[in-house]
């Protein structure tokens, strides 16, 4: 995983809540065995409209999205993770993010970043004003700067660290593989075994 | 103080615990499908690791399959090429996986209770969110991401943060007509989709005492939908009568050792909880979805709501891009909602009492004329338990659609799928925009109400029919 410490962008404002991973990404995509090549499935149903956000030119070249609260309820997939990634996103900004989505994304290096809704909202205001606005999203001050506004984020501490580091968690884990090993000569015999 | 269930089943399986550090919790139980593994099983191979359990470890085809014609080749190519690679890595890797036409194949969470695999005080895992339908066991059971699905593959455990804990308590006796989905789309409606987030939700109380494990199930599956990534139920008599003699549950000695320990899986008398909610049964009246989250859901009996009612500036956007989508006015009767298509089936409600139920009312009824109604069984075992039982017969003397086993119209991923503008009623779990086929309108309903709105054709209770 590539290391993250700090990204400069413009923005790309979702003026919506609830925002499930069917929006993110519908299942007929995730047919798919390929752990890349998602850019054209995100935001598909929305795409359809051209007067949908995503569809206007001055805002093709945004990497933050700003989006409204309980982003990335709903099904597990991580794909939906994926194709903000391969689409071109490094970070969002949200209120509130459902747990999964966010558990998914720090493993795929995706900065979910929480901030107030009022923050939001300014964002979102600011970036409808001038697409160009350059937004900073700093992990090492855990801070989210755009021109005069500066505002604090909240990232789990552990996550902020592996995204900083750029570590993998099954090597993080497999530092303890002797605990793994005594923990599984205590597992009580009557607990199934599927072969 | 005491202790809660959860943080029993979750201190029973810490393998390592530092400051500063997620806890690295042991996994009793991963159940793989085909749709979030492939990328896992590439990621194994890319890294040299193998699958350190196989023997915690099973797989089984789902999401994807399709429900007619399953003895002939997938005819969709992409399904095909991935349910393809899940027999293939089942094979490289050594695991045991239920494919089409095996006597165990089915949708993840109906197939592994059946075995008697979910058991209580264990932890289970699934790259699936309705992971928390084994909840209903007593099991800490939550749903992953495929890197976690690729972590636990390698090292069997996962690290995780500590979860809070909400008692969700439900009062009285349920009402002639409402169901354990009633109680769970009343719940969400109250705490709305984000108000479980990082909860563990326990639910307790008379009303869920009294239902079957089938029902609990129901409740544990769409805790998801609540926000929380796990639901559970402490086991008693019911769940131990469940699981007695199923093909995994312990037997003899194992059996009375197991028991014994279960009985001891329930929350302290004296702890408290970091939050708690209140739900009384006794005048619970059947819930239906109006929106395009589960949260937006009402009682049958009331009229679709008017998005200036709401006093949060989100909330009334929500509902008014809800209405728009769901081509519904604001003050107009629930039950005077028409529906094209009507689902009875998935993981929520795709067990033998659910197509029982529904069948109870369908007997010697019809389809209305203007409405199609699938009938998709959980598990291959659902579909010959209801054979035995004569309820396919039922079914298609209604002019219902008998299927085979899978996901289904769930979540669309096989061929069946609402056309665009098509409105169901399902007793799946999501009425998220485009969830049961593009531009496709969901309302989220009971097995009962789906029986009795396939014979008006518009929303309706059992008492109508």
Redesign the interface.
């Known amino acids: 995983m590539e290391k993250f410490i700090s990204h400069t962008g413009s923005v790309l404002p979702l003026?919506?809540?609830?925002v499930?991973t069917?929006?993110i990404i519908?299942?007929?995509y995730?047919?798919?065995?390929?752990?890349h090549g998602f850019e054209d499935a995100l935001f598909q149903?929305w795409r359809k409209d051209p007067d949908f956000i995503l569809n206007k030119p001055e805002y093709k070249d945004a990497t933050i999205l700003v989006t409204?609260?309980?982003f990335g309820?709903?099904?597990?997939?991580?794909?939906a993770?994926w194709s903000l990634m391969d689409y071109g996103f490094k970070v969002v900004l949200s209120s509130?993010f459902?747990?999964?989505f966010r558990?998914?994304s720090g493993?795929?290096g995706l900065v979910t970043a929480e901030v107030a809704q009022d923050v939001i909202e300014k964002l979102w205001a600011l970036s409808e004003k001038d697409p160009n606005l350059q937004v900073t999203v700093d992990l090492d001050k855990r801070e989210v700067q755009a021109g005069d506004l500066v505002a604090p984020f909240q990232i789990?501490?552990?996550v902020r660290w592996r995204l900083m580091e750029g570590l993998d968690?099954?090597g993080?884990?497999?530092r303890?593989?002797s605990?793994?090993t005594e923990?599984?000569k205590t597992?009580?015999?009557?607990?199934?075994?599927?072969? | 103080m005491g202790k809660t269930l959860a943080e029993k089943v979750w201190e029973s399986h810490i393998?390592?615990q530092a400051e500063?550090?997620?806890d690295?919790l042991?996994i009793?139980?991963h159940l793989v499908h085909e749709?979030?593994s492939?990328?896992a099983f590439?990621g194994l191979r890319a890294?040299g690791?193998k699958v350190?359990?196989?023997?915690?470890?099973?797989l089984t085809e789902d999401?994807?399959v399709p429900t007619i014609d399953i003895d002939k080749p997938i005819a969709?190519l992409?399904?095909r090429?991935?349910v393809d690679?899940l027999r293939d890595n089942a094979k490289e890797f050594g695991l045991?996986i239920f494919s089409l036409g095996d006597i165990d194949q089915g949708i993840v969470h109906v197939v592994g209770p059946q075995l008697?695999?979910s058991?209580p005080g264990?932890t289970i895992v699934c790259?699936?969110?309705h992971t928390s339908t084994h909840g209903a066991f007593g099991a800490l059971a939550f749903?992953?991401?495929?890197?976690?699905v690729?972590?636990v593959l390698?090292?069997?455990?996962l690290?995780l943060?500590p979860f809070k804990t909400m008692a969700i308590t439900v009062n009285g006796k349920l009402p002639e007509g409402s169901t354990a989905k009633d109680i769970i789309l009343a719940v969400i409606a109250k705490i709305s989709?984000?108000g479980g987030?990082?909860y563990v939700l326990e639910y307790r109380g008379e009303a869920i005492r009294a239902l079957s494990m089938e029902g609990r199930m129901t409740i544990c599956n769409m805790s998801?939908?609540a926000?929380?990534?796990a639901g559970m139920i402490a086991p008693d008599e019911t769940t131990f009568a469940y699981l007695k003699d199923r093909q995994?549950?312990?037997q003899g000695k194992?059996?009375d050792?197991?028991v014994a320990?279960w009985k001891t899986l329930k929350t302290d008398e004296d702890t408290k909880f970091d939050a708690e909610v209140i739900i009384d049964a006794n005048t619970l009246s059947p819930f239906v979805t109006w929106g395009t989250?589960p949260g937006q859901g009402v009682s049958i009996n009331d009229n679709v709501p008017d998005p200036t009612s709401f006093s949060n500036e989100?909330?009334r956007?929500?509902a008014q891009?809800a209405l728009e989508y769901m081509d519904l006015k604001a003050g107009m009767k629930m039950r005077d909602i028409k529906v094209d298509t009507v689902f009875l089936g998935s993981c929520t409600n795709g067990r033998i009492e659910d197509l029982r139920a529904a069948a109870a009312i369908l007997k010697g009824k019809k389809v209305a004329s203007t409405v199609r109604m699938m009938v998709v069984p959980g598990s291959a075992k659902v579909a010959i338990q209801a054979e035995q039982e004569g309820l396919p017969a039922i079914f298609k003397a209604a002019g219902a659609d008998w299927r085979s086993a899978g996901c289904s119209m769930c979540?669309?991923?096989n061929p069946d799928k609402l056309t665009p503008g098509e409105r169901s009623a399902s007793t799946s779990n999501?009425n998220?925009?485009?969830?049961q086929g593009?531009?496709g309108r969901t309302h989220l309903v009971s097995p009962l109400v789906a029986a009795a709105t396939a014979i008006t054709g518009h929303l309706s209770t059992p008492d109508e029919v």
């Open positions: 003026r919506r809540s609830n499930d069917d929006q519908p299942a007929e995730l047919k798919r065995i390929t752990r149903a409204g609260p309980e309820t709903g099904s597990s997939r991580e794909h993770v509130r459902a747990d999964i558990g998914n493993k795929a789990d501490d552990y968690d099954i993080l884990t497999l303890h593989e605990k793994i923990f599984e597992r009580a015999a009557y607990k199934p075994v599927t072969l | 393998v390592h500063g550090e997620p690295l042991f009793d139980l749709v979030t492939p990328q590439d890294a690791r350190r359990r196989p023997d915690l470890t099973v999401h994807n969709d992409v399904s090429a991935q690679a045991k008697g695999l058991q264990m790259g699936d969110s749903g992953i991401g495929t890197s976690e690729e972590h390698a090292t069997q455990t690290p943060k989709t984000g987030q990082g998801i939908e926000g929380a990534r995994h549950a312990p194992d059996w050792e197991a320990y989250n989100n909330e956007t929500a891009k979540l669309g991923m999501r998220f925009e485009g969830r593009p531009g």
